[in-house]
Structures are given as C-alpha cells and as structure tokens.
C-alpha cells in the first residue's frame, strides 16, 4: 500500500514536466515563425531592390544605346564618303585606315544594337508578332543577308532544303535574329569548311534549326557559361576576332519569347552546332 500512496505525487511531476516541455516547445515554435518572418520581409526588401536595379539596368541601356546612335551613323556616313572617294582619291595607306574606321563603326553600331534589344527583352517591352510562313522564305531571306559578307573563299555557307515542314506560325523576325546570330558567330570562328544552316521536325508541334560549323570549337569549361550576358570564349582567334558577347545571350532570350530553348554541342578542333527548338505554332498567339 506504501508504494501506492507514491503514484499521484509522481504523476503530478510528469504532468508538470509535460506543461513544461509544451510551454518551451511553443516558445521554440513563436521565435521561429518570428524568424521566417523576418527572413520572409528582408527576401521582399531584396526582390524589390532587385527589381529596382534591373529597370534601372535595362532604362539605362536603352537611353545610352539610343544616344550612341548618332555619332555612330555620323562616323559611318563619313567614313563612306570617304571609301567612295566622293572628296578626292586616297592613298592605298589612307584607304585601309579609313576601312578600319569603318569595320570598328560597324561593330559598335551591332554592339549598341545588342544592348538596346537586351534591355527591351529585359524590360518585358518585346512585342511577338506572329505570322504564317514557309521555312524556303526563311531560308531564302537568310541566304541574301550574308551573301554580301561572305569574303572567305575557303569558307561556304549552306542551307539544307527545308524537309517536309509544314508552315510555322511564329514571330519569323525574331527567328530570323536568333539565327542570323548563330551564322554570324559560325562565320566569324570558321577559317576553312562550311558552315550549314538545317532543320528538322522533333516530333509532332515542335521544330529544331540548327546551325553547324567546322571552326575552332569551344572547350568543355565554356559551354555552361556560352548563353551569358558578355560571355567570351578565351582562344587567339576570339582575341583576334572582338564581339560584344551579346548575341548568344540575346537569342536565347528571345528563343525563350517564342517558347522554346537553345542548345549547344561542341568540340575543340572540330567545330561547333548552336540549335533552338521552338513550337510549330506560338502558344497562346490565337492562330486562325
């Protein structure tokens, strides 16, 4: 009977001992939630300033890209002037500085002409505009454009004939720019072979382009960072060969515009093939 007169003081004690865990739990679980709390607002405080900086990137891009555009068209009106000797003859030492002045104006003109595009993708002020069209009038379009600047002989560009694909409906501007980016970029690291421009249907809505090239290749490091904004490839020929590291950056945002992604394969020595596959149709465009 003894040990039974001990029970109640003792479950007196465990209850205790539970009121008193329950109560250090609670204050345990209210210091967190004050915690995740904090945590929560300074995360707010950080996505707004975050916003903040990103319109204030993207504004002042485009004000500075649309500031730049007219010394550099004066530069390329004078420098043209001067290539067409409409003032007089220039000496063989004359005519290659002033081609330099040229080539130099070119590439700041597709500098600023990246960054302004940059910012407008990045400020969400892109418009899409799709349209039915065949991919021969792409392919045929692309092929006039870099007609005129194919200047290396040992250098040929080719353009598969489309397969059986049927009409896309798409913004075919920004395609055109995406992959006017790729050959451009082919071109540019190809001294010798080819660069083909090809497509193809991956299955039943969607549509690969692809472009490959026989040039220097990228390395293995390289290829995770190669869609980056000023992304730059460390090669003597890229040391050789100035770009802005705007273009790749820039196609796979709009390739992204147009529901779709960018791949790349490449091999040192071998070559390169930058790809984007998109919907046969834009999503949510309201195709007829």
């Known amino acids: 009977m003894a040990a039974g007169h001990d029970d109640p003081p003792d479950l007196a004690g465990a209850l205790e001992a539970s009121r008193r865990e329950a109560h250090d739990l609670r204050t345990e679980l209210e210091e ?5 709390v904090a945590l929560y607002s300074e995360l707010d405080q ?6 903040l900086a990103t319109e204030l990137k993207s504004r002042f891009l485009a004000y500075m890209s649309h500031e730049f555009r007219t010394p550099i068209n004066s530069i390329r009106s ?3 002037l001067l290539i067409d000797r409409v003032d007089g003859p220039l000496t063989e030492e004359q005519a290659k500085q002033v081609d330099f002045i040229q080539q130099n104006a070119t590439e ?14 990045e400020a969400g002020r892109v418009e899409i ?3 039915w069209f065949e991919m021969v009038d792409l392919f045929s379009a692309l092929r006039g454009m870099f007609k ?4 290396n002989p040992a250098v040929n560009l080719v353009f598969e004939p489309p397969p059986d694909i049927p009409k896309l409906y798409t913004d075919d501007r920004k395609l055109s720019q995406i992959l006017r980016n790729f050959i451009s970029n082919a071109l540019k690291f190809t001294v010798k072979g080819e660069v083909r ?4 249907l991956e299955g039943p809505d969607h549509v690969t382009f692809s472009v490959s090239d026989t040039g220097i290749g990228i390395a293995p490091e390289y290829l995770g960072s190669i869609f980056q904004d000023f992304a730059q490839v460390r090669s003597p020929v890229q ?4 770009g802005t590291g705007l273009g790749l950056s820039l196609s796979k945002k709009l390739a992204e515009l147009l529901g779709g992604t960018v791949q790349l394969a490449s091999e040192p020595g071998k070559g390169s093939v930058f790809s984007v596959t998109i919907p046969l149709q834009l999503e949510g465009a309201g195709a007829p």
């Open 32 to 36: 967190t939630n004050r915690g995740v």
């Open 46 to 51: 950080q996505a707004e300033q975050l916003r």
């Open 78 to 80: 004078i420098a043209r």
């Open 108 to 121: 700041f003109a597709e500098m600023v002409d990246d960054l302004l595009d940059l910012a407008k993708v």
């Open 129 to 131: 505009s799709p349209a």
């Open 148 to 151: 005129p600047v194919l200047t």
């Open 197 to 200: 421009v090809s497509a193809r």
């Open 239 to 242: 040391r050789r060969l100035r």
